[in-house]
Nanobody, 122 residues
Framework: QVQVAESGGGSVLAGGSLKLSCRLSGLSDYTLYGCAKAWYRQAPGKEREMVSRVSSASTTTYDESVKGRFTISQDIARTTLYLQMNSLKTEDTAIYYC?????????????WGQGTQVTVSS
């Protein structure tokens, strides 16, 4: 059974930093290496949006709103996805979700975590 578990959320003052982690389990090494992975977020009253994505070839993309502030990465085994968030702004407040493997699921990703809350206050 595939499990996707985010952690690392919390409350921080504007200008602060947080590092999110997403642990993937139940996938073969072949799948882990071949899967794209991404971080999405959803703020209250807004649609879920992609924050950053890393392809199977390790190419990274970022939403314009987080470029230069957030960094996506994964461990060598590709079982854990990270999102380093620096210079946080109040508008970064949202539930952050980890997604992996293109498929027929939500936003074109097959596996999703339950989300972790990030709250940035001024």
């Amino acid at each position: 059974q595939v499990q996707v578990a985010e952690s690392g959320g919390g409350s921080v003052l504007a200008g602060g930093s947080l590092k999110l982690s997403c642990r993937l389990s139940g996938l073969s090494d072949y799948t882990l290496y071949g899967c794209a992975k991404a971080w999405y977020r959803q703020a209250p009253g807004k649609e879920r949006e992609m924050v950053s994505r890393v392809s199977s070839a390790s190419t990274t993309t970022y939403d314009e709103s987080v470029k230069g502030r957030f960094t996506i990465s994964q461990d060598i085994a590709r079982t854990t996805l990270y999102l380093q968030m620096n210079s946080l702004k109040t508008e970064d407040t949202a539930i952050y979700y980890c997604a992996s493997c293109y498929g027929s699921g939500l936003m074109g990703f097959q596996y999703w975590g339950q989300g972790t809350q990030v709250t940035v206050s001024s």
